[in-house]
């Protein structure tokens, strides 16, 4: 087995992306997710990388937008406020087809908020977070190494599909501290015959653009996209079940959730009830095929989260609205304890 390292999840990321071939990361600082760029701005330059503390938000995402045109690995994270300030670089990278890696270390909101955990940018996340008919991989860890290992899989997945991937996590991910492995493979060089790097006259140009003043060429360009994010969803959704081969009541979390409900689930099942867990790994590509067989043998679902309820939603269009879905949530900064989470389960259970 190899060797771990204590490491807050901030500095977790920030290694990962370094020790998979990342180069180039441009940030500015912003409360819950600093550490990821004051870690980027001591390692980058030992191993012939780029750091740059932009002026902006907007700047930074769209030095990820040149620097991603031109084939190199590239990555940018903020909190919430700042990933609202990216957006619109967001939806130009997808539109362009371009890969990045973005690092969102969620805080509450809605406007400034604090500087507390929340999961309340699920729908930012999954429904695009700009304008325009998009979707950007998104990947919602649940441990400290699981934050390493999701930020190898991003690039990986933003290379080969040639798609913005967001990093998913929360101010208590960020902040907190867990053993982790860094023995990790670093994925392999994708071809990028499309970058923007010089023809050395031996080629026609390349040129990276995300506007069409033609309607059926953009149609194209659109439909050609949706049938890659199917292609997605066919074979990169990805999922964990916990004790749900007899389970009658299903709960659903992510992130910091997960790991709250885990403790739920068990000392309900300590007092005879049938519960278990679906975790989405992928909140987009949504893992819409696991709940959906649970919906035939489980008579109700709880979806924990810390917001007003957004990934209910999806659970519920998962499941076609066969069971009743009800929710358990805490928002503001606060995070539901294994107690509320369990007197959810049991409630349920008496329906």
Not at 247 to 264: D, L
Not at 317 to 341: D, H, S, W, Y
Request: aromatic content about 6%.
């Amino acid at each position: 087995m190899s060797e771990k390292v204590l490491m807050k999840g901030n500095e977790a990321i920030a290694e990962a992306a370094i020790l998979c071939g990342c180069r180039h990361y441009y940030g500015y600082p912003i409360t819950p997710q600093t550490e990821v760029a004051a870690y980027m701005a001591k390692r980058m330059p030992k191993v012939g990388g780029v750091f740059l503390q932009a002026e902006s938000e907007i700047a930074a995402v769209n030095m990820v937008i040149g620097t991603s045109a031109a084939g190199c690995r590239v990555m940018t994270s903020s909190s919430s406020p700042g990933i609202s300030l990216k957006s619109e670089g967001l939806s130009y990278m997808a539109g362009c087809d371009l890969p990045a890696l973005i690092v969102n270390v969620q805080r509450g909101g809605p406007g400034l908020g604090g500087i507390q955990p929340s999961q309340s940018d699920y729908f930012q996340a999954t429904r695009g977070g700009g304008h325009g008919d998009y979707h950007m991989i998104v990947l919602a860890p649940a441990s400290i190494q699981e934050m390493v290992d999701m930020t190898v899989k991003g690039f990986a997945l933003a290379d080969k599909y040639r798609m913005p991937c967001m990093l998913l996590a929360d101010g208590t991910m960020g902040q907190m501290m867990e053993p982790v492995s860094l023995d990790i493979t670093a994925p392999e060089t994708v071809e990028k015959p499309w970058a923007v790097t010089g023809t050395g006259c031996k080629r026609p140009h390349n040129v990276v653009n995300s506007l069409s003043l033609n309607s059926e060429e953009l149609e194209v360009w659109n439909f050609e996209r949706f049938k890659r994010y199917e292609t997605l969803a066919e074979n990169e959704t990805m999922y964990e079940e916990y004790c749900m081969d007899d389970a009658e009541i299903c709960v659903v979390a992510f992130g910091i959730a997960a790991r709250v409900s885990k403790n739920a689930i068990d000392a309900a099942r300590a007092q005879g009830v049938k519960v278990g867990m679906v975790r989405p790994i992928t909140l987009y590509p949504f893992p819409k095929a696991p709940l959906l067989k649970a919906a035939e043998h489980c008579k109700s679902f709880i979806s924990v989260e810390l917001s007003m309820g957004q990934m209910i939603e999806d659970v519920e269009l998962a499941i076609r609205c066969k069971r009743p879905v009800t929710l358990c949530n805490r928002v503001g900064g606060l995070i539901p304890t294994p107690e509320q989470v369990l007197a959810s389960i049991l409630k349920a259970n008496e329906m």
